[in-house]
């Protein structure tokens, strides 16, 4: 099965910071990759498919990076309204996913 | 519009059965499968399962091999996801997805107590 490390398990910033997440998984997945958010009480939001394209609708401070193992999750400028939990999600190996532990984003 | 809105919460005691639907609207069923994901309270998501909702091929989570069955009903555009032998570690909310994660539905919280 293919395991994917998230990084940190939570962070806190100020408003207009820059963050990054940090996903690892076991073995190559190619840029088969999401990342989402999930606010408390609702269900997952797609923002990242393909490790870097951004999904419609998606505001532009958010961007992914990466290929093979290693992957970035950025917010350019942190916004009130990005408080939430981050997930990266493998698909390399359908119809099997994987999740990474998730992120928590809190404001300083 | 195109969307996936599930059944609602769900109390069962230990060692009875939980069945969750999903329906889905605004596309094509049968052109896509539904994945099944749980949260358990204040922890992160867990793969279940998926379905093709075009030849009802499944494949299962390891953990939840014996205990868990995915159907489809295409003439309602509708999937099932059967919970069996249910444990106090499978409180949790149970969400379904279409393939690997564009649409979700709003999740069922299912609750084991005694």
């Known amino acids: 099965d293919i395991q994917m490390t998230q990084s940190p398990s939570s962070l806190s910033a100020s408003v207009g910071d820059r963050v990054t997440i940090t996903c690892q998984a076991s073995q190559d997945i190619s840029n088969y990759l999401n990342w989402y958010q999930q606010k408390p009480g609702k269900a997952p939001k797609l923002l990242i498919y393909d490790a870097s394209n951004l999904e419609t609708g998606v505001p532009s401070r958010f961007s992914g990076s990466g290929s093979g193992t290693d992957f970035t999750f950025t917010i350019s400028s942190l916004q009130p309204e990005d408080i939430a939990t981050y997930y990266c999600?493998?698909?390399?190996?359908?119809?099997?996913?994987?999740f990474g532990g998730g992120t928590k984003v809190e404001i300083k | 519009q195109v969307q996936l809105v599930q059944s609602g919460a769900e109390v069962k005691k230990p060692g009875a059965s939980v069945k969750v639907s999903c329906k889905a609207s605004?596309?094509?069923?049968?052109?896509?499968?539904i994945s099944w994901v749980r949260q358990a309270p204040g922890q992160g998501l867990e793969w279940m399962g998926w379905i093709s909702a075009y030849n009802g091929n499944t494949n299962y989570a390891q953990k939840l091999q014996g205990r868990v069955t995915m159907t489809t009903d295409t003439s309602t555009s509708t999937a099932y996801m059967e919970l069996r032998s249910l444990r106090s570690d499978d409180t949790a909310v149970y969400y379904c997805a279409r393939d690997v994660g564009v649409l979700w539905g709003q999740g069922t919280m299912v609750t084991v107590s005694s």
């Open positions: 999600q493998q698909y390399d190996n359908l119809p099997a996913l994987t």
């Open positions: 605004g596309y094509t069923f049968t052109s896509y499968g």
